[in-house]
């Protein structure tokens, strides 16, 4: 859901370039703090794997484009600090180098993949009890609440009709993350297969 530049107003951009700043410093204190250094390898694989499943995005025509973010598997895997640390990254290059999603929307799109997709997807996982069942419900509540989230901005820009588009978005937007949620189930089942020291800060 990479919002491009042009779409949102300034003060949209303002407060969620703020939240999203303030994440960010937080996490890199807390990271710098915690990581260990047989770690960084992996954060940079990860990176990667979400710089290269963005990629494939389709603009669905109201400001906005739809793909998978990877966001609950990679919180999982090395926790949501970090994972919204990759996020951002990857974020950022994105719209640096292939202009999905925009510099000065940046803000908005890290709020809404990075500190909804990685935390909020991350707590409802461990929230719910049973592995599968709760990733099929983080991926479809992230998603929906993200989706909530850009909608919402979009409407407070003037770019938006919420009462025509909304309940478009979420469904869509509700089947991706579903669909994101079943695909961390398979991939965390075949990691647990070939390399279960991954997850053992997962159990």
Do not use: W
């Amino acid at each position: 859901m990479h919002i491009p530049d042009g779409f949102l107003n300034t003060p949209v951009t303002l407060a969620t370039a703020g939240v999203s700043g303030l994440t960010l410093v937080y996490s890199l204190k807390k990271v710098n703090q915690s990581i260990r250094p047989e770690q960084i390898p992996l954060l940079g694989l990860l990176a990667s794997f979400v710089f290269m499943i963005q990629l494939f995005s389709f603009p669905i025509g109201i400001g906005t484009s739809i793909h998978l973010t990877g966001a609950l598997l990679i919180s999982i895997l090395v926790g949501p600090l970090a994972g919204f640390l990759i996020m951002t990254i990857s974020l950022f290059a994105l719209a640096l180098l292939f202009q999905h999603g925009g510099m000065l929307s940046l803000g908005a799109n890290i709020l809404n993949m990075g500190v909804v997709g990685c935390f909020l997807g991350y707590g409802i996982y461990r929230f719910i009890p049973g592995r599968r069942a709760s990733l099929i419900v983080a991926g479809l509540l992230s998603g929906v609440v993200s989706a909530s989230f850009c909608a919402l901005e979009l409407a407070l820009s003037g770019m938006l009709d919420l009462s025509s588009a909304f309940a478009t978005m979420l469904l869509i937007y509700g089947i991706t993350g579903t669909i994101e949620g079943v695909a961390s189930m398979f991939i965390l089942e075949f990691l647990k297969k070939i390399k279960p020291e991954l997850l053992e800060s997962t159990a």
